[in-house]
């Protein structure tokens, strides 16, 4: 469980780094990989993505699926705290209505 | 010019935020195609997995599907990089949940897997979800 945690917390920096990476690129693709914002945000998501693995390997599918979703709070904060996005009503209702959905398709894949 | 460093704070300036109406629809576009990425992806990733032995790490990288598939998410995360420059984080992250949506569909195709009633619930939630997602903040989509 401690590593799907750690996972969705890995998973949420990369993603504010991919968006404060994109923001400074330039055309030409070559750039892509000259970014270092970028190159950070991809790393942390490979760190994710194998803390997420060895985390399936032990823990209860049911249980891993909401812990999953804890990484679209912790981006929804850091969007809020870094990049000084607005929080609006239909922001929260809609990532609601997402972990809502979230949870009952782990329901719907344990049963 | 281009690879001069822009501060951080740069990406942050609340002046970035304002946009032209038609960047929304376009970046979440962008990002429907980034979760169909997403979940093919996935889908060839389990395929090249069922079809092999051991626990071999070359073999796992030279396995064509598993290949594929990891082809695809880097696809999947370039897309979603050009996505990002043209609208917020909070709006367009959340979206990439509309995979589950995907992978359902795919799985039952594919590996013939059974929808049930959980499943569907959820399905429609997430899809909901991003519908609301995609009014909110007052702009037009």
């Known amino acids: 469980m401690a590593y799907v945690l750690v996972a969705s917390f890995f998973g949420s920096f990369g993603a504010l780094f991919l968006k404060s990476g994109s923001a400074k690129l330039n055309r030409g693709l070559k750039y892509l990989f000259l970014n270092f914002h970028l190159a950070l945000g991809v790393a942390l998501f490979l760190t994710s993505s194998y803390f997420f693995v060895l985390g399936i390997k032990r823990g209860e599918l049911s249980v891993l699926y909401p812990l999953v979703s804890l990484g679209y709070i912790w981006t929804l904060l850091w969007s809020r705290l870094f990049l000084k996005e607005r929080m609006t009503r239909g922001k929260f209702f809609g990532l609601a209505l997402i972990l809502i959905g979230i949870a009952f398709v782990g329901l719907g894949n344990t049963r | ?141």
């Open chain 2, 1 to 141: 010019m281009y690879l001069e460093e822009i501060p951080l704070s740069a990406a942050v300036d609340p002046t970035h935020i304002e946009r032209k109406p038609a960047s929304r629809g376009k970046a979440i576009g962008m990002m429907l195609l980034c979760t169909l990425l997403g979940a093919a992806g996935q889908v060839l990733i389990k395929m090249g997995a069922a079809s092999l032995h051991g626990q071999n790490p070359i073999a796992m990288v030279l396995n064509p599907q598993i290949f594929a598939g990891y082809a695809l998410y880097g696809m999947m995360t370039v897309l979603f990089v050009f996505a990002l420059r043209e609208e917020e984080l909070s709006i367009l992250y959340p979206i990439i949940a509309l995979t589950y949506v995907w992978v359902a569909g795919l799985a039952v195709y594919f590996f013939h897997e059974h929808l049930n009633v959980y499943k569907l619930i959820g399905v429609a939630a997430i899809v909901a979800g991003v519908g609301v997602l995609g009014r909110s903040g007052g702009g037009k989509l």
